[in-house]
């Protein structure tokens, strides 16, 4: 899909807790499980996925432990460099009883949305067919 020609990427230290969720319009802890690995799905895989894969609003909030917290998180992003690649769910996916929830787009397009859309609004829904 060329979205791994731009990679970023974190890790988490994974003792200590702050990652919250975003539940019926309240944050709630994340409790850390050693030995798991946290993987968010973002908005990208959300649309070529057409909602099999669902992204979460999430932040990570500063907890007042002893011990530094430690995250490395890792994106997989074309917005780095110019990509005039179209996505779209994927249309092995598709059918008469799952068809498309959303319009094809280009990162630019979704990155200008992202840019413009208001906290705790997913950018996705500008996007909805």
Known sequence: MGCTESLVMFGQEIYIGGLQVLHDQYWVDVPPVPGAFVVNIG???????????????HRVVANGAAEPRISVPCFFSSIMKANPRVYGPIKELLSEQNPPKYSELTISEFSNMFGTKELNTSALHHFKI
């Open 43 to 57: 908005d990208l895989l959300q649309l070529i996925s057409n909602d099999k894969f669902i992204s979460v609003e």
